[in-house]
Nanobody
Framework: VQLQASGGGLVQAGGSLRLSCALSGSIFSFYVMGWYRQAPGKQRELVAIITSDGMTNYGDSVKGRISISRDSRKNTVYLQMNSLKPDDTAVYSC?????????WGQGTQVTVSS
């Protein structure tokens, strides 16, 4: 299983970004997909997860500003981030989980300038 993340970059506070994570090498619909982030000096934290049937859960720090979705035709999970804040600056990584199996993508940097 391989996960390829993309879409990170530099954005001003209040701006938006959409991250993508494409899964290959397995059946996408089997997996719970998630986005996590890690800022310098901080522990990795949950941003959002989405189950195979579309149920979602969000970290408290991003609720109301971030939306996760998935497209089974493209084997891709998306993270739409709006109203970005400097505190959202981090490396964002996607994860695929199926039972006890977990796979991580390489991470994409998101930097929000004030």
């Amino acid at each position: 299983v391989q996960l390829q993340a993309s879409g990170g970059g530099l954005v001003q506070a209040g701006g938006s970004l959409r991250l993508s994570c494409a899964l290959s090498g397995s059946i996408f619909s089997f997996y719970v997909m998630g986005w996590y982030r890690q800022a310098p000096g901080k522990q990795r934290e949950l941003v959002a997860i989405i189950t195979s049937d579309g149920m979602t859960n969000y970290g408290d720090s991003v609720k109301g500003r971030i939306s996760i979705s998935r497209d089974s035709r493209k084997n891709t999970v998306y993270l739409q981030m709006n109203s970005l804040k400097p505190d959202d600056t981090a490396v964002y990584s996607c994860k695929a989980r199926w039972g006890s199996n977990e796979y991580w993508g390489q991470g994409t940097q998101v930097t929000v300038s004030s």
